[in-house]
């Protein structure tokens, strides 16, 4: 009470009961606020990591098929993408290319290894998607090109 | 009578003061529940545009990798998947994707199916060896490349 | 001034923006967890469908690279010229799990590869005497169960 004294220099002053209320109020609402925002936060991010992936996904998939039936990176690169791509140098010989895809906001790394075989060359691609510096999803996928045994040269 | 004659200048301050707060409080409030509000719609609808057309583009591409041949019917609109005597005809029509079973070579038609994606547009075309399937939504499309059974 | 005079003289009642805080709350927490469950589910499926991918890509290279070890065998057998009587032998003796069927001019090899739990990617592959390799199948399918297995629990009729 001398707190309150003290308050109202010495003139009794009476209980506020609404702000009491609405400090305790804000108290409880800016803790449960901040949890709440975080899973806000968390499902926005997920949302936008989902939505990536599964343009990936389908780019992954798309690149897979046209290499396994070419053998050829350049090729499916540019079939995948529409042929508005220009692949500079393809991943061939154990080779690796990177190229900025969406914009700039990813990146598709391609590994390409080949193995001659008795009657031809069985290729094998990664795929690796990222983005500032993620890996957002990987794909292995091969290709058998029957050649008569003759290595390309 | 006697109460409000008793009131001060500081109490009628006062109580202005707190309605404004109160006021304020409630608008912001409202306020952060319309933006949450809008959060969710917009995940929600993004969810909802996006999982149309790659959840089609995956049933249509499992369904070729599973299927004996296939065949482009409808001017791209369709593809009739044959497997063990059984044709799975999937064709786009009136704002979707339909698809229907039939045992008999002269049922294949692109009607009478049922609505199993609902989506803007679906053409198929021949790629050489490889057939690309490509889905219109809500917003834009989406495509894929799959090879040839 | 009595008692509740001095306890409140905002002219506003006590408890309404408890009641008005508590709505909010639970307004934002249903809001929140609708957004946590649409986005998640998203995810869920997202990557379930980027792991059946690779375990599809897995199995077609496991089975292209049976493929390259057929067609090397067919290839080393016939330059013997004795196509007919030794490709058999070859391959049962450096491939598993391949069957091989006879067919006019040569043989048909079938084998599966094995995807995930449920399905398998069946292939058969035509190798003539005449240095031909034909993929007939290469298609995905379910994995063949044991019926006695996975027959549902229905009473049949009998006691």
């Known amino acids: 009470m001398s707190a309150l004294k003290a308050f109202g220099g010495g003139k009794r002053r009476p209980i506020n009961l609404f702000f009491a209320e609405i400090i305790i109020a804000l108290l409880f609402f800016s803790i449960s606020g901040a949890v709440i925002i975080k899973v806000f936060a968390t499902a926005d991010m997920k949302s936008q990591q989902s939505a990536r992936l599964e343009r990936v996904i389908i780019l ?75 890996e957002i999803y990987s794909l292995d996928c091969s290709a058998y090109i029957r050649n008569g045994g003759e290595p390309d040269e | 009578m006697k109460k409000y004659q008793n009131k001060t200048l500081s109490d009628t301050v006062s109580t202005v003061g707190s ?131 | 001034m009595n008692k509740k005079d001095r306890l ?14 508590i709505f909010a709350v639970i307004c934002l927490t249903i809001f929140a967890v609708f957004s946590f469950s649409a986005a998640s589910s998203s995810d869920g499926f997202n ?46 003796e450096q491939l598993a799990g391949v069957a091989l069927n006879r067919i006019a001019d040569g043989f048909s090899a079938v084998w599966t590869e094995k995807i995930n739990d449920r399905q398998e990617l069946f292939v058969t592959v035509n190798f003539t005497s005449g240095g031909d390799c034909e993929i007939i199948r290469w298609q995905t399918g379910a994995v063949s169960e044991d019926s006695s297995e996975s027959h549902l629990g229905v009473w049949d009729g009998s006691f």
Not at chain 1, 70 to 76: C, E, L
Not at chain 1, 90 to 100: F, N, R, Y
Not at chain 2, 67 to 93: H, K, N, P, T
Request: proline share 0%.
């Open chain 2, 19 to 149: 309605m404004l707060l109160f006021l304020m409080f409630a608008a912001c409030l409202l306020m952060i529940i319309a933006v949450a509000a809008g959060t969710y719609s917009r995940i929600s609808s993004n969810f909802d545009k996006t999982f149309g057309s790659s959840a089609s583009l995956r049933y249509i591409s499992n369904k070729l990798k599973g299927c004996g041949s296939a065949e482009i019917v409808g001017q791209g609109s369709g593809i009739v998947l044959r497997s063990d005597g059984i044709f799975d005809v999937i064709y786009f029509g009136d704002d979707g994707l339909y698809e229907k079973t039939v045992t008999s070579e002269t049922d294949i038609g692109l009607s009478g199916g049922d609505r199993i994606f609902e989506l803007k547009g679906m053409t198929v075309s021949d790629l050489g060896e490889l057939y690309k399937i490509t889905v219109t939504y809500d917003g834009g499309e989406n495509s894929t490349l799959i090879r040839k059974g």
């Open chain 3, 8 to 21: 409140n003289t905002s002219g506003l009642g006590v408890g309404y923006v408890s009641v008005m805080i």
């Open chain 3, 47 to 92: 990557k379930r469908s980027g792991d059946y991918l690779k375990q599809y890509y897995a199995a077609d290279s496991a089975a292209k690279s049976k493929l390259a070890q057929l067609d090397g065998i067919a290839k080393i057998v016939m330059e013997t010229g004795f196509f007919e009587d030794e490709f058999e032998d070859a391959v049962s």
């Open chain 1, 60 to 134: 992954a998939q798309s690149i897979a098929e046209a290499y396994s039936d070419s053998g050829n990176f350049s090729r499916a690169a540019e079939l995948a993408f529409g042929g508005g791509l220009v692949v500079g140098e393809p991943a061939a010989d154990g080779g690796e290319v990177t190229l900025s895809i969406e914009n700039g906001s990813m990146y598709l790394t391609a590994r390409e290894s080949r193995e001659f075989t008795g009657a031809g060359e069985i290729s094998s691609l990664t795929l690796t998607f990222t983005a500032n510096g993620e």
